[in-house]
């Protein structure tokens, strides 16, 4: 069975072409790449898997499906926009516990590793609003990839990062099934991933 199911997937703004076109496909558990330029409309797919857009359709997350039971299929997914301002006034450890809240399972030595490996520890008694982008995006990566969450919704991951850190991400990304093999990560970049082995690969448009 694949982590997400998607049947028939269409969305589009009021007046717009639309910018998924009944789309239909399964996503496998391990690191899927949603690949497509600048301005292709990744971050638009990223919400509407989120649940975030009314698209039309059917997504379907293992048994619980969107329309059926939208509080559950969102709890079961990761995603986390890199542009809020949501979690500004919280310091990394605090935005974390605030990300994983309901998910025990979620993996805190992974986590601090993250940190680490991001470069985050001169950070960790600072608020989000003293860091840089680059290392607000470097928390909400390391909550990503920490937790539990059967679905992960990563956009641009790269996006501002160092290259230590795009290493570590690289890295991270590429360990992830054997460490969370039932758990599905769909990165949406237009870049490559090279270094990560991918289960899947989806080209914008979509239909």
Do not use: N
């Not at 359709?57 to 809020?84: H, K, M, N, W």
């Not at 680059?134 to 390391?142: F, N, T």
């Not at 991918?198 to 914008?204: E, I, N, P, W």
């Amino acid at each position: 069975m694949p982590v997400l199911h998607i049947d028939r997937l269409r969305f589009a703004y009021p007046d717009g072409p639309p910018l998924i076109a009944d789309w239909s496909a399964d996503v496998p558990a391990g690191v899927t790449l949603l690949h497509g330029d600048t301005g292709s409309g990744k971050s638009t797919v990223v919400r509407a898997l989120a649940g975030e857009l009314q698209a039309t359709g059917q997504l379907r997350l293992g048994e619980v499906s969107l329309g059926a039971d939208p509080r559950a299929y969102r709890a079961g997914v990761f995603c986390c926009d890199p542009a809020t301002d949501r979690f500004h006034a919280l310091t990394p450890a605090e935005c974390k516990a605030a990300l994983h809240a309901g998910d025990a399972a979620a993996d805190e030595a992974l986590w601090q590793a993250l940190v680490e490996g991001f470069g985050l520890a001169p950070h960790r008694d600072k608020k989000l609003f003293m860091l840089s982008t680059g290392s607000r995006r470097k928390v909400y990566l390391a909550a990503a990839l920490s937790a539990s969450h059967p679905l992960v919704l990563l956009d641009e991951p790269t996006g501002a990062l160092d290259a230590a850190s795009v290493r570590c991400l690289t890295a991270a990304l590429a360990a992830a099934p054997r460490r969370q093999p039932h758990r599905a990560i769909v990165v949406a970049s237009s870049g490559a991933l090279e270094g990560v082995p991918l289960v899947a690969r989806f080209d914008l448009p979509l239909a």
